[in-house]
């Protein structure tokens, strides 16, 4: 949508964030809620700068009592993106616009304290104070308290906009004070697009960047690198050609995946999507993930049967919910590895 060009491939958001500067009638609080890298940060700048957009408020036109436009308005009410309010924003340096973002794993009661004085006072030159809270669920006990408070009096010419994974992740009693916003996952086109004319990154690694991502564009950037795809070849490959007879080149396998707990992690991801690709192959080859492995997927369709896979996925699972608990590392690689090629083929 013209003006909430940064809000990528969430059409359904644009068009409420810009109902409400056209209605003239915002809610005290937001809460955006989705995947990480789906453009909820993106979306709440873009929206501070259609509230305080020059170009959205010429000196003649009625202003309500918020201080919006409330008529006479072109059809669209995103920001302009040139007018000084606009530019501030964009350069992070206006005044009215306040982000808060977890001063290491938490958001502190000292942050929202602190927030909380500095809403006392009227503010600077926005027409709306925007106020910018990342990642909310991460608040603890005391921080939500102190905001709640907050919600409850909201600070006149303000308004706050909370971002989370999911909404229950949050304090109900602060949810329900907050006008929620679903943002979904950025569709594998478009998450292709943005890495090629952003990365340069060639279309058909793009594609299978995209792919991975599973919807989020932070992820399919962290992921656009080449020498994953080359690290995603011998995973498979090693995996696909172990066995249980040769119990040391599995131990040996086991130790390398056990270097790292986010290589790890990030390891079984990949062997998730292999056996994903090899579930769905037999029915929908199209769907494939890998799809520049469709040969190989095709091959390792005869040396699984779906009760062996429906069982890889199970320990993959496992493996994942004990190292997130801090489990021994390289204690759940070996368990993992080896019932991974245990029925590396129907008889085995």
Known sequence: MPGFESITDQIRPALILNTFIRKGAIPHALL???MEGVGKQAAARAFAMACNCLGNCPDESPVNSKGLVSSGKPENYGPCGVCSSCRKILSNSHPDVIEIEPSGPYIRISQVRDLCELLAFK???????TVIISDAQTMNTAAGNALLKLLEEPPERTILILTATEKSDLIPTIA????????????????????????????VDAGIFAAMANGSFNRAVALSDKSRLKKRDWLINEIESLSL?????????AERLSKDKEDFLDSIETLKIWYRDIAVFKYYPGKSIFFDLSDKTKTALFRHTEKDLLSKFDEIRIARKNILANANLRLTAETLVLRLVQSNSPGG
């Open 245 to 253: 007879k040769e119990t040391g080149k599995c131990m040996a396998f």
């Open 123 to 129: 503010p600077y030159e926005a027409r709306i104070r």
């Open 176 to 203: 329900s004070r907050c006008q929620q916003i679903r943002f979904n996952p950025v569709s594998r086109k478009r998450l292709a697009e943005m890495l090629i004319e952003s990365k340069g990154i060639e279309p």
């Open 32 to 34: 955006f809620t989705g």
